[in-house]
């Protein structure tokens, strides 16, 4: 019997080329907009393996209903919509996409800190509203980046990325603060690891890099922010939750910070009439980390082959819970 595998969304062709090529039953949502969560579970107990991404619902309640599933593969290397803790107890490997957006989420990060430093997505809105006004030699002033101190909060892959562009564009000196210490990227990279408090004090730009967890969500809320310097500037690339969206918006209009770049919301899509939208030191970018052609085709990519993998070999190349398939 053919294996019937559930594709959530229209993920590039690259990856859903190669199941087509394997002896699979694929349902593919052509559907631009998510599957609600009950669509997903109606389908998802009908099928052996589900290829989904982060928009998908996977907690306990739907995988309670899904014990059949024999894998679930996720396409982006984030994977907070699944409830990892439930799939292991249900002995569900999950598979993710790790290091295949690494370069193109630093470059959005780098790019964020760029435009809040220079206020550039503010000035871009007064061209449309006809307020360009004259030139103003004491107007519109931001801030160089050259020698400034960059504190990552996660170094891991994508944190690297984006203290190597830091330091090779800006001589950056980068701190970092994580769980445990990051010799490895230590050796790619000159950085030194701080304790939490140290960072958020002495950073010119905070660049959160971290997953979202129970220990991570709105860990940037107002204590933390009221601990960074005025003129800092906050980039959130991971996940909206990490930082307190009420509190970044009140630390940034009383000035507790200089400004705050965002892909990532909380929720998302964003309201179009936040407050962040609308201050003049805010970028905010609908979530495109990973939005390059050379990102997302490499993640259809892994994601596909963990599944062919395990169909194969019993393998999955990149498992979040590797304990589930024993050694
Ligand atoms: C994107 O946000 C990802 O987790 O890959």
Redesign the pocket.
């Known amino acids: 019997m053919k294996k019937k595998i559930l594709v959530t969304r229209l993920y590039p062709e690259a990856g859903i080329s190669l199941l087509e090529k394997e002896n699979f039953d694929l349902t593919l949502w052509e559907k631009e907009r998510p599957m609600t969560p009950e669509e997903l579970l109606g389908l998802a107990k009908t099928h052996d393996a589900v290829l989904c991404t982060?928009t998908d619902r996977i907690d306990k309640a739907f995988l309670n209903e899904c014990r059949h599933l024999e894998i679930i593969s996720q396409f982006?290397?984030?994977y907070d919509n699944i409830d990892i803790a439930a799939a292991t107890d249900l002995g569900i490997p999950v598979g993710f996409?790790p290091d295949a957006?690494s370069e193109a989420t630093a470059d959005i990060a780098f790019g964020l800190m760029i435009a809040v430093a220079r206020n550039m997505f503010f000035m871009h809105k007064t061209i449309i509203h006809g307020q360009w006004g004259y030139f103003n030699p004491t107007g519109h002033l931001g801030i160089e980046l050259k020698q400034k101190t960059l504190g990552i909060f996660g170094l891991g892959r994508i944190g690297l990325k984006m203290a190597q562009r830091c330091q090779n564009a800006y001589d950056m000196k980068i701190l970092y603060h994580n769980r445990t210490r990051n010799t490895k990227a230590e050796k790619l990279v000159d950085a030194t690891c701080v304790g939490f408090d140290e960072l958020l004090a002495k950073s010119d730009i905070v660049s959160v890099h971290c997953a979202l967890t129970p220990e991570t969500r709105h860990v940037f809320d107002l204590k933390a922010f009221k601990k960074m310097k005025p003129s800092a500037v906050f980039i959130n690339t991971a996940r909206g939750p990490i930082h307190h969206e009420k509190d970044l918006t009140q630390a940034v209009k009383e000035g507790l910070i200089r400004g705050a770049g965002l892909d990532v919301t909380d929720p998302e899509p964003m309201a179009k009439d936040n407050p962040l939208l609308f201050m003049e030191n805010v970028c905010v970018l609908p979530?495109v980390?990973?939005a390059t052609m050379e990102a997302r085709n490499q993640m259809s990519i892994l994601a596909a082959m963990n599944i062919i993998g395990f169909y194969k070999t019993g393998r999955v190349s990149h498992i979040v819970n590797p304990g589930v398939l024993g050694s």
């Open positions: 982060l982006a290397v984030g996409t957006m979530h980390g990973s």
